[in-house]
């Protein structure tokens, strides 16, 4: 005997367990450093079911302050890849956090459209000449291999580091130290093509 209920039961079961995964700024998770106006957003969606597509997504975009500077909207579309930034302009050296929320194409028990949701960060890197804030080449010319170079900085008084996004520019290989320790996750960074163009670097520094 066929069994309305239990089959919608069933239904919204398969539905409920579409959600959105590994969301992407520019390819890249949590990318550090974007230096584009318009990064563009992608994820993919997991489901146990078959036959199961996204409905509609919604991208919000919230600044440091949790000020949001872009809302998509609610857009009907299946559309996951390479979806345009087109909120307010960023900031450079700014970190900023994003919502992604999805439906799917069936309702759920209740007649709505079932909503998950992913979350996920990026920050800018310096997007003009002008934020470098007068940052100048330094070097020991002729001095061959294994050259170290230092500086030293001070934090304002009354203030404290929680975290810091040094950027960094070598032509070659570099090893990064900070307060006196190697940095975790970067060692002999790649040799950039400086002849034409140099790129720089960025990683985050916690206390």
């Known amino acids: 005997m066929y ?3 239990r089959f919608h039961a069933r239904l919204a079961n398969v539905v ?3 959600r959105p995964t590994r969301p992407r700024v520019g390819y890249i998770n949590r990318p550090l450093g974007l230096d584009v106006a318009a990064p563009r957003f992608s994820w993919a969606l997991q489901t146990s079911g078959r036959a199961q597509e996204q409905d509609t997504y919604q ?10 500077v872009w809302d998509s909207g609610v857009v009907e579309s299946n559309a996951s890849q390479n979806v345009p930034y087109a909120g307010s302009t960023l ?10 929320d999805v439906t799917a194409g069936n309702p759920g028990s209740n007649g709505l459209p079932v909503g998950t949701t992913a979350n996920s960060t990026f920050t800018t890197g310096l997007l003009t000449e002008a934020d470098w804030k007068g940052a100048q080449w330094i070097g020991l010319p002729n001095k061959g291999s294994g050259v170290q170079l230092r500086t030293e900085f001070e934090v304002p008084a009354g203030r404290s580091v929680r975290r810091a996004f040094p950027y960094r520019v070598g032509l070659g290989y570099y090893t990064p130290y900070l307060d006196g320790a190697r940095v975790p996750t970067h060692e002999l960074d790649p040799l950039p093509p400086f002849r034409k163009r140099v790129f720089y670097d960025t990683f985050i520094y916690r206390r």
Not at 59 to 68: L, N
Not at 91 to 100: K, M, P, V
């Open 59 to 68: 991208i919000r975009v919230f600044d440091g302050a949790s000020k949001s």
């Open 91 to 100: 900031l450079a050296d700014s970190s900023y956090r994003w919502r992604l």
């Open 3 to 5: 069994n309305a209920s």
């Open 16 to 18: 409920a367990s579409i």
